[in-house]
């Protein structure tokens, strides 16, 4: 999964796969997408052979219609289910539709050129030909009409109650209506013309109800250059807003009440606006329905509509036709009212439609609510590599792995910039090439860190610190301390930071701690006194006279017995520990009697337990104790209990 971090807004692509350069030869292309990694197929099949051209959503956002080429065929979804509940091939291209019942039942379709077809599930109830080629189809619920946009100035009306046209609305633009929408309160419609227009008609009296000069000569909004108004749309909660798109780039956000913009936002590509659109529900930053979606052929950007601050930007891969955003959750009563989602699906010129993912514009679907979850587990690392399977490479580097001008001809090494691209199998071989050794470090390194992190982790009774480490961190922190500001100079200068010797709570601070190395010393002498006994001066003096003196060489083969059996009966921790007591006493020895060598020698004990577990030795001695009591002693205690 792409994530791109735009104004510091992550955007979540969960449609895309590797990404792999536009060089590349399509047979190696078709080959390295076929695996399918790194993306969700958020819905099933929601793709076309070569294209998708349109998309919709039901009232009430249980359905999502999609239409794409070739052959022209029309899929309806199932959201709650996440794949596909229906799908049929046209006689015709498909440009646009909408739904005209609250489910996915009624629809209407506009095709390529004159045609619309009207549908109850995938069967055609109807088709109607309209006298001009058409641009834009829109629904007009109060009257139950379908309004029809195209290159002549007129505006049709078709009856869905009487199945008849009516008197169409006749407007200025003589090039024609490039977009029709209406106000879901009030019933107003407005027609976005090629003359630079917006006419707002009401549809009661089929009159014009007002001309807005948006571009050209005499326009409030400051577009003295003549420009098409290529699509407008209105804010449905508001009941008072619109927005508007030209050809130009430009959006322009509109009161109903006023002929100067509130707001003039500029694409700054000079690519003519697809469609705008008003998100209903309130963002998960500011709590607040505060945003816009506006589309041009590149891009999809969202941004404040009270301060035209950019929120963040959707880029995709090739040309946008048409967008939507799908509902949070479903409402099932009129007028299905419901806030959007964070999820985004864009038809573009490419087989797959791209859904993306705002966790800041949005919460996830109820359907979908799985994504608030993975979206941070799946999230890519940042990588320095352009291209997945390939690795820039700079020119310093090229010529530390011979590669050569005449090497960049071949599609593995591809030249760009200041380097070349290359692909990552032949880079590895290079690299082993010029650095044999290199691999082998490599592992060895992992390995040595693995077995770190595993002994790290692991909890030894005989665990070693290090003192000198420990000392030094305790110097670090003390240095820490001296070099804040808030401490500096008062650590060695004030008062208030000293230690008073004459504290009584200070006195009883070190009381307790004596008591508590008092009890460790006693604990330890007692275990050591279980484990072991100490071999009588008697016994050594028997062995001295009847082995006569001991020299050096015997001296030294019994103390390697010693350590020898000491390691293999109790262990390598224990030896460890005796070792270090016999070496304290033998130094105290010497400084009290230069030339005279006293030594004391253990014995385990019969039945020593050397690999118990601090609680298994604990139940021994309580045994013990307990084996030692007379009866009446047991049964006092047991008494207590």
Same mark, same amino acid.
């Given at each position: 999964m792409q994530v791109a971090i735009h104004n510091k807004v992550k955007v979540y692509n969960l449609t895309s796969g590797k990404s792999l350069p536009e060089w590349l030869e399509e047979r190696k292309r078709n080959k390295k997408l076929a695996g399918g990694e790194h993306r969700i197929e958020l819905i099933h099949d929601l793709e076309f052979p070569h294209f998708a051209r349109c998309i919709f959503r039901t009232q009430n956002g249980t359905h999502l219609f999609a239409a794409g080429d070739y052959p022209p065929r029309l899929k309806c979804f199932d959201v709650n289910e996440l794949s596909l509940k229906y799908s049929f091939n046209a006689d015709m291209p498909i440009l646009g539709g909408v739904s005209l019942s609250s489910d996915f039942r009624k629809?209407?379709?506009?095709?390529e050129g004159r045609q619309i077809t009207i549908h109850h599930s995938a069967a055609i109830v109807d088709r109607i030909r309209v006298p001009h080629t058409q641009r834009c189809?829109?629904?007009?619920?109060?009257?139950?009409?379908l309004l029809s946009s195209g290159t002549t100035h007129e505006i049709f009306r078709f009856n869905l109650e009487t199945?008849?046209?009516?008197?169409?609305?006749? =407007?200025?633009?003589?090039d024609g209506v490039n977009c029709v929408e209406s106000f879901a309160g009030s019933g107003l419609i407005l027609t976005a013309g090629m003359n630079g227009c917006v006419e707002a008609w009401d549809s009661r009296s089929a009159s014009c109800a007002g001309v807005l000069r948006v571009t050209g000569n005499g326009a409030a909004s400051g577009l003295t250059t003549s420009a098409e108004i290529t699509t407008v749309a209105t804010d449905n909660r508001n009941g008072l807003l619109f927005s508007c798109g030209t050809d130009k780039g430009n959006v322009l956000l509109y009161d109903i009440r006023s002929g100067r913009p509130l707001i003039q936002k500029d694409?700054?590509?000079?690519l003519p606006i697809v469609k705008t659109y008003f998100f209903q529900g309130k963002s998960t930053t500011t709590g607040e329905s505060t945003h816009i979606l =506006?589309?041009?052929t590149r891009s999809v950007k969202v941004w404040n509509k009270h301060s035209g601050a950019n929120f963040t930007t959707i880029e995709t891969p090739a040309d946008i036709y048409d967008f939507t955003v799908l509902r949070a959750q479903h409402n099932m009563v009129a007028p299905y009212e419901c806030d959007d989602s964070g999820v985004i699906t864009i038809c573009c010129d490419t087989p797959r439609v791209q859904v993306h993912f705002i966790p800041q514009l949005g919460v996830a679907p109820r359907w979908a609510a799985f994504l608030d979850t993975i979206t941070e587990e799946l999230e890519e690392k940042e990588q320095n590599v352009v291209y997945e399977d390939y690795t820039f490479i700079a020119k310093t580097e090229m010529d530390a792995l011979g590669i050569k001008a005449e090497d960049l001809a071949d599609g593995k090494v591809r030249p760009a910039m200041h380097g070349c691209f290359i692909e990552n199998s032949l880079y590895r071989e290079l690299k082993a090439v010029l650095d044999p050794g290199a691999f082998d470090r490599h592992v060895m390194a992992s390995k040595q860190k693995k077995l770190e992190e595993r002994w790290g982790n692991r909890i030894s009774k005989f665990k070693r610190v290090d003192k000198e480490a420990e000392a030094a961190k305790k110097q670090d922190a003390i240095a820490l301390a001296s070099s804040d500001p808030r401490f500096a100079g008062k650590l060695s200068q004030d008062a208030a930071f000293a230690v008073d010797a004459l504290n009584p709570e200070y006195k009883k601070l070190l009381q307790k701690i004596d008591e508590r190395r008092e009890k460790v010393a006693q604990r330890k002498q007692r275990y050591e006194n279980d484990m072991f006994t100490i071999v009588p001066d008697d016994h050594l003096e028997h062995d001295g006279q009847s082995g006569g003196v001991l020299d050096e060489d015997s001296h030294g083969g019994e103390a390697a017995d010693v350590t020898k059996v000491a390691r293999s009966e109790l262990g390598r921790g224990v030896a460890a520990h005796h070792r270090e007591a016999m070496a304290a006493k033998r130094a105290s020895a010497t400084h009290q009697q230069q030339g005279d060598r006293n030594v004391t020698f253990f014995e385990a004990r019969k039945g020593a337990n050397f690999v118990a577990t601090d609680k298994q030795i604990h139940e021994m001695r309580k045994r013990d104790r307990n084996s030692k009591l007379s009866l009446e002693e047991r049964l006092k205690k047991m008494n207590r209990k």
């Open positions: 629809f209407a379709l506009r095709g189809l829109a629904y007009h619920p109060q009257t139950a009409e199945g008849s046209f009516v008197e169409s609305y006749k =407007t200025t633009s003589d694409h700054m590509n000079g =506006t589309a041009d």
